[in-house]
């Protein structure tokens, strides 16, 4: 049995890999321990705004898109218009909360620094991963459960039965 | 601090950034290394290059080959190539380990408790010490020969002269002429022990004058050395030559059990292939001794004319002490004249051409 953490058979000789301390330009003041609570709430706070937006992402913002692709439809008489309109909304809609996301992740980040944790990384990947996870189980359960699969207007679904 | 500022704090630097300084750092270091400037040692009389690869082998060969037996108490090989070099009988010539060592022989052999050495001042430290060993007394005289020929008419009890040539600190040679001179003048039974472990890098004389005294001044002993012009010093192997009836006061001075089987292969191996980068090291001081005497005394210093590998030397105002710290804070090391019998010199080592400039500069730079 090996002992000694010097035995490793000279692999990881110096420091592994992604182990690096953060560094700072320079030290930073931390601030009292109230001030680290309450940075800490802080830090959950806009953890619950990443999840939120996050959850907007898989939902709320395409379906939103879609209502104003099909009033514009209705308004124009133009169905390409509509889609148009959904599309614009959708991808603008949709990279103005990916960059707003990522603003609060740094946000997040420095946050939980101040609240006194060595946050080397973000949480958004973990959240926005999780986020589509949920969203698309609650799709397929609305889909598949609540729902129906099939077409609504067209005979063959459950509503025609 | 405002809000933002607060938190803007613990923003990390980004991997260029880190990497930027770190190469910054790096080339720092690098600019450090390469405009650092090793002292200069010229302090010591030894050579200070490391010894010839080829003795180092023969050390390694012999010392290989057994160090569990005694080595040949006579060392006949060695002694046998010095005396052809020499052109002596090897009866006349012992091994010691070192010249030191046959020095402090030699004036236990000689001198009877009470008696006195006489030695020219300054010179070799070892010389009172050797007379405080054989229980007599160091009888330190300035001056030439002519002041020897005087302190031995006038002290009573006088038994042994010790002469460095050339002499250390000074650098000064006694001409063979005048080593004549003071043979023929001392009393009868006076034994004159020449120390010429630096007579290599003398060039206003043969190194062999001397030996040529021996056939007609018994109580002459000549001790050369491996340490100084060969690079050997570690080795401690030194030599004793006599004349034809010095062969029984040579055998009183031969170390009891002999010269390590090692020093002497390392000292063989020196004499059979070393001769020309030794002619090399001494034509190397022949250059540097007349340019480091002429550029002193151009700096105002009193140098005497040296014919070893050093030159003694006093500034106009500082004494010896001052003038090495000085030099220290140079980054050049040479030797106080206090520990060596003169307060107001220093003794100063000659290397190559390069160092000599470096001394130069940093002497000019203390004037």
């Known amino acids: ?161 | 601090m405002g809000l933002l500022d607060y938190y803007k704090q613990f923003e990390a630097m980004s991997e260029e950034e880190v990497n930027a300084g770190l190469r910054e750092e790096a080339a720092e270091r690098k600019r450090k290394a390469l405009t650092r400037l090793d002292t200069l040692d010229l302090s010591h009389t030894t050579w200070p290059e490391l010894p010839h690869p080829r003795v180092v082998n023969a050390i390694t060969f012999v010392a290989r080959r057994g160090l569990h037996r005694y080595p040949h108490l006579r060392g006949s090989e060695l002694r046998i190539e010095l005396a052809e070099r020499h052109g002596v009988e090897p009866s006349q010539l012992i091994l010691g380990n070192g010249a030191a060592e046959l020095l402090s022989s030699a004036t236990r052999a000689l001198m009877e408790p009470g008696q006195q050495l006489l030695t020219t001042w300054p010179s070799y430290p070892l010389y009172p010490l050797m007379a405080r060993r054989a229980h007599g007394q160091a009888v330190p005289v300035s001056g030439d020969v002519d002041a020897l020929l005087e302190a031995a008419a006038r002290e009573p009890n006088v038994r042994v002269v010790a002469v460095a040539s050339p002499n250390d600190p000074t650098g000064e040679l006694l001409s063979t002429a005048e080593l004549a001179r003071l043979l023929d003048g001392l009393p009868g039974d006076v034994a004159v022990l020449l120390d010429e472990a630096l007579v290599e890098f003398a060039d206003a004389q043969p190194p062999s004058a001397s030996l040529e005294l021996l056939e007609s001044h018994p109580r002459l002993l000549v001790f050369r050395s491996f340490s100084k012009a060969w690079g050997l010093a570690g080795l401690r192997v030194g030599y004793a030559i006599g004349g034809p009836g010095a062969t029984e006061l040579l055998a009183e001075l031969e170390p009891d059990l002999g010269v390590s089987e090692v020093s002497q292969a390392g000292a063989l191996e020196a004499l059979r292939s070393c001769s020309e980068l030794i002619d090399l090291r001494v034509a190397t001081i022949h250059e540097e001794r007349p340019r480091v005497i002429a550029g002193l005394r151009e700096l105002g210093h009193e140098v005497g004319d040296s014919q070893a590998n050093f030159v003694w030397t006093a500034h106009p105002v500082l004494d010896g002490g001052e003038l090495a710290a000085a030099l220290a804070q140079a980054g050049v090391l040479v030797a106080a004249g206090d520990a060596l019998g003169e307060p107001r010199h220093v003794r100063i080592a000659l290397r190559s051409r390069a160092a000599s400039d470096r001394l130069l500069r940093a002497v000019a730079a203390v004037a």
């Open chain 1, 1 to 161: 049995m090996r002992t000694d953490p010097a035995d490793n058979g000279g692999l990881f000789v110096g420091r592994r890999p992604g182990t690096a301390p953060v560094h700072f330009r320079s030290l930073p003041q931390r601030g009292s321990e109230r001030r680290r609570r309450i940075d800490g709430s802080f830090a959950n706070l806009l953890l619950a705004a990443i999840v939120a937006l996050s959850v907007l992402c898989w939902g709320p913002i395409p379906l939103a898109c879609l209502w104003l692709g099909s009033e514009a439809d209705y308004l124009s008489g133009s169905v390409g218009l509509g889609i148009l309109v959904a599309f614009v909304g959708l991808f603008g809609l949709l990279f103005g909360a990916l960059s707003l996301l990522r603003r609060l992740d740094q946000a997040w980040i420095l946050v939980r620094r101040a609240a006194g944790h060595d946050q080397r990384t973000g949480v958004l990947p973990r959240v926005f991963g999780a986020t589509a996870a949920v969203c698309a189980v609650v799709f397929a359960v609305w889909f598949l459960v609540i729902h129906g699969p099939g077409s609504s207007t067209i005979s063959g679904g459950r509503s025609s039965l």
